[in-house]
């Protein structure tokens, strides 16, 4: 039986692309419109907008004053060569811990960032904070074109020679893909659409990014090394694996791969042009191209500090481990930094920017600052907000799932000395190619929809009050 997200999908044969003239089509801000699925056939359409509810779990509500600063989050961009040799879609079939690493929707990541980022500008931040995996394979070519998009320009999200040449294919007969050429919702001709260079205005204002795990890990899992770069760089592009064989747990990168290899044989590979853009950024390369050249407290963590607006300061903490899992990895040194940087900051309103949830170590530095509002991260690709204390954390979904959302902070004084920080979400404006993936993602049974990733109704759109620091 093809993908088990297909069964929804054959219930609208007539394919499910948003359509920028018709009633699917977001007023991008869901304070104005939201994208429902009031049937529940997995067709969109255009329903109410959400206005902010009050949240006064650490303060009373009060009346909204002085904006400080507006601040925009992207997060868990997964720009992807969908052509590489080094992904492992294959692995989705198998369930946890490896899915998700195939959607229906995965060549098109370039243009739902370009897509997120018209919708972004609209608003016209002060700044942008991008939370990580701006990559999803920790690839040289993938890490160019997401910052390019960041940026601004035209990227070819293409790799090898050019066009599609992956498991989507619609020759490919494994019945686990689906191949948009010739499944249910069909959209003929769409990988190759997807190849063509994508235009992006580039993020209004500046942007200070972390890294994600995806951005420093194979598929967020696994240290690269030389052998993995020979698989990356080469021409053999895994699609399935030897029934028979036993997938068991590998302690090293090397013995990883060779436990793929080794389960590939009696499966199925198809050639694919070879790139040597497709190797694995180096640390270096990452933290470099992320932070723009900006003083960092060492050069191979992300941490670093920025103000914006009227006295707001950010605190970006690069927390993913470069050895291996997608646990946090706390050095002690961090601490210190932290804790000495949130000292600095006076009594000027702090948010931490992180990619995972900062965990207890980094909440309990926070926990004694009295200036800090929010600890804001992505890594879960679902919208959360959860009081602690005297402030915040918020966790926000991804562009690569359902429902590719990005998140507005708004900070502002209220009567009597407190704050507010404004938050919602906002849709990608579902122009072209981008349309047609948000679609696809909503019907991904593995994805954001049956997993909850859009969060409760007051975990989106909401007024945080916070007491007077």
């Known amino acids: ?57 650490l303060a009373p509500a009060r009346a909204p004053g002085a904006v400080l600063a507006t601040v925009a989050q992207l997060t868990d961009l997964h720009v992807r060569d969908e052509e590489s040799p080094s992904r492992v879609p294959f692995l989705d079939r198998y369930g946890e811990p490896f899915d998700p690493t195939f959607r229906p929707h995965e060549a098109l990541s370039a243009q739902v960032t370009a897509a997120a980022i018209r919708a972004v500008d609209r608003a016209r931040p002060d700044a942008t904070v991008v ?18 998009l960041l940026d601004g320009g035209v990227v070819r999200p293409d790799s090898g020679a050019r066009g599609y040449r992956g498991v989507q294919s619609a020759d490919d007969p494994d019945p686990f893909y689906y191949r948009p050429d010739v499944d249910p919702p069909r959209h003929r001709g769409l990988l190759a659409a997807a190849q063509r260079p994508v235009r ?48 068991p747990r590998a302690s090293t990168a090397s013995a990883a791969v060779d436990a793929l290899l080794g389960a590939a044989e009696g499966g199925r590979t198809i050639h694919v042009p070879p790139d040597p853009a497709r190797r694995s950024a180096t640390n270096a390369e990452t933290v470099r191209a992320l932070t ?15 103000n914006v607006g009227r006295g707001v300061r950010l605190v970006m903490l690069d927390l993913p481990s470069r050895t291996r899992g997608q646990a946090a990895d706390v050095q002690p040194a961090q601490l210190t930094w932290l804790a000495e940087q949130l000292r600095l900051a006076g009594d000027r309103p702090v948010l931490l920017v992180t990619h995972e949830r900062p965990p207890e170590s980094v909440l309990t530095v926070l926990d004694q600052a009295p ?61 072209d190619l981008a349309g047609t993936a948000r679609a696809l993602a909503h019907l991904d049974a593995q994805g954001g929809r049956p997993q909850g990733y859009r969060g409760r109704r ?10 007077a620091p």
């Open 1 to 57: 039986m093809r993908h088990a997200w297909l069964l929804v999908a054959l219930a609208v044969l007539a394919g499910c692309g948003d359509d920028p003239r018709g009633a699917a089509a977001p007023a991008v801000s869901t304070r104005q419109a939201t994208l429902t699925d009031p049937d529940g056939n997995g067709v969109l359409a255009r329903g109410p907008g959400e206005p902010l509810a009050d949240h006064t779990d």
């Open 131 to 148: 939370t990580g995996d701006v990559t999803d394979n920790a690839q040289v070519d993938e890490l160019r074109w997401a910052v390019k």
């Open 200 to 247: 992006s205005p580039g993020i209004i204002g500046p942007w200070y990014a972390v890294p994600g795990n995806h951005d420093v890990l194979l598929q967020g899992e696994l240290a690269p090394d030389a052998r993995t770069n020979e698989v990356a760089t080469g021409d053999e592009l895994v699609t399935s694996l030897n029934p028979r064989a036993r997938l």
């Open 292 to 306: 723009q050249g900006r003083r960092t407290r060492t050069p191979e963590r992300a941490d670093y500090v920025a």
């Open 371 to 431: 200036n800090v509002v929010a600890a804001v991260h992505g890594d879960t690709h679902r919208n959360r907000l959860i009081p602690r204390g005297r402030y915040w954390v918020i966790g926000t979904s991804s562009l690569a799932d359902w429902p590719m959302q990005a998140r507005m902070l708004r900070l502002r004084r209220t009567a009597g000395g407190g704050l507010v920080l404004e938050t919602w979400m906002v849709d990608q404006d579902g122009r």
């Open 458 to 467: 007051f975990d989106r759109n909401a007024r945080l009050y916070e007491p």
